[in-house]
């Protein structure tokens, strides 16, 4: 097996990418990002949640830390992970 990891600092996948790339017999291990109740996206491997999945608004460096700063607070996001994702 090897392992990948991506350190690039920035995370523009759709919710699906490495299933739909993935081989049919091991998708179950596949990443995904699922909503939490409160609709903050969570970058996901089987029923654990990893990291808060987050698109980087250029120019808006700070926009990282308010979305964990809301989420610590029990408020909704400020905008949606699916809008957000470039277009390309």
């Known amino acids: 097996m090897t392992a990948i990891i991506d350190c690039d600092q920035h995370l523009y996948e759709s919710r699906t990418m490495w299933s739909d ?29 990893i990291e808060l999945a987050d698109v980087h608004l250029p120019g808006d460096t700070a926009s990282c830390g308010r979305l964990r700063q809301r989420r610590w607070q029990d408020l909704p996001p400020e905008y949606s992970y699916d809008e957000t994702l470039p277009d390309d």
Do not use: F
């Open 21 to 49: 790339h993935m081989e049919p017999s091991r998708r179950a291990d596949a990443l995904r990002i699922e909503d939490d109740e409160l609709g903050y996206p969570w970058l996901m491997w089987r029923d654990q949640r």
